[in-house]
């Protein structure tokens, strides 16, 4: 167990803490489920991690605030799907609130019946572990139950804009 010992620790500047964050490449990935009454929910998240091998788990955070946080919290299973480098408008769509996101039809039945991306670059299908409060988010903590991937190019979020990771020439060791 770790133990804190002293006083309270100094909180960052919240304008400072925001622009160091856009400096991290993250991942983009729509998260999906289905509510009891059969209605499909997403958000775009960049707030994605494996967090264990052994059990599989993953967690992802949905905002507090989202129109869609009752349906992801209370859901038993979600989907997330990793964006290809060519789905910037689907990571849009699924970001903003008060439209249709399912309408354009590119989301399918998948894994555990869940609406996905055929052109993700990976799918992964979670049962919902547990929920734990992340401050203004939750943390979803997946047990993933199924995973599939291809060979696309993933899109990333670096400096509040969406981009793809340069192609790099294979390591070698030298020798």
């Given at each position: 167990?770790?133990?804190?010992t002293g006083g309270p620790l100094a909180a960052v500047d ?82 903003r609130s008060g439209q249709d996101k399912f309408g354009d ?71």
């Amino acid at each position: 167990m770790l133990v804190r010992t002293g006083g309270p620790l100094a909180a960052v500047d919240p304008s400072e803490f925001t622009r160091t964050m856009a400096r991290v490449p993250t991942p983009v990935t729509v998260v999906t489920t289905v509510d009891a009454a059969g209605r499909p929910w997403g958000f775009t998240a960049s707030s994605f991690s494996s967090l264990s091998m052994d059990p599989p788990l993953v967690l992802v955070c949905p905002a507090k605030t989202a129109s869609c946080h009752p349906a992801f919290v209370a859901a038993d299973r979600f989907l997330v799907n990793v964006l290809s480098a060519t789905q910037s408008d689907i990571a849009g769509r699924f970001a903003r609130s008060g439209q249709d996101k399912f309408g354009d039809g590119d989301m399918v039945p998948s894994e555990e019946g869940l609406p996905g991306l055929a052109g993700a670059v990976a799918r992964i299908a979670c049962t919902l572990r547990e929920v734990l409060d992340g401050g203004d988010h939750s943390i979803l903590v997946g047990h993933v139950t199924s995973a599939s991937v291809s060979g696309l190019d993933p899109l990333v979020y670096h400096d509040r804009r969406f981009t793809r990771p340069e192609p790099t020439p294979s390591l070698t060791t030298a020798g």
